[in-house]
């Protein structure tokens, strides 16, 4: 059984036992679990249900890895002959999270 979820404007194709990063939210210090309401489609063969535009009832319950920060993107901005550079970089902060149940 798999589900599409919606999370911070992607959509994720997710299994049991998945690992996948999603963008850092606001959690309490002591939290293990982030559930996923935003489900879009539950597939699981002549069995799938798709959402109008979410699956009623139907959540992803994962448990929390820990914080990662990305790679660094780095952005430049140049103009030729007229003196002007722009150099600044981003790092993206993700949490790291494991599928542990999906349900619907």
Known sequence: ?????EDGGKQYRVQ???TLYVEQRKLATTAKKV?????LMLGDGAKSKIGTP???GAKVTASL???QKGPK????KFRRRKGYKLH??????YLKV???????
Request: net charge negative; glycine share 8%.
């Open 16 to 18: 049991k036992d998945d």
């Open 98 to 104: 494991t599928v542990d149940s999906i349900s619907g």
């Open 1 to 5: 059984m798999y589900a599409i979820i």
């Open 65 to 67: 890895e820990g914080r």
């Open 35 to 39: 559930e996923f309401d935003r489900v």
């Open 54 to 56: 979410y699956v009623a």
């Open 73 to 76: 993107l780095e952005i430049v």
């Open 88 to 93: 600044k970089g981003h790092r993206q902060n």
